[in-house]
């Protein structure tokens, strides 16, 4: 594996996390907003879901735009 097929993966596992963060934050504003917890695990969810989508498009092209060379 090359060195930029590395980072790209590094990179998006950073991401990941980004997300798991951004997931916790919706849940936590939407319980701000009077939500219930059902609910703000929705959003959360919903949140989390979009942020990991957005994450392996972009993960994706970057892999085709490389290539599979060294």
């Known amino acids: ?22 997931g916790v934050g919706a849940a936590y504003l939407a319980r ?4 219930s917890y059902p609910q703000a695990l929705s959003r959360a969810a919903g949140a989390f879901a979009v942020g990991i989508t957005v994450v392996s498009a972009t ?6 735009l490389i290539g599979q060379g060294p």
Do not use: E
């Not at 998006?12 to 996390?17: D, E, I, K, Q, T």
């Not at 993960?59 to 085709?64: G, H, R, S, Y």
């Open 32 to 35: 701000r907003d009077g939500a």
């Open 1 to 22: 594996m090359s060195s930029r097929a590395t980072l790209i993966l590094l990179v998006s596992a950073l991401a990941v996390v980004v997300c798991g963060l951004v």
């Open 59 to 64: 993960a994706t092209a970057l892999v085709n």
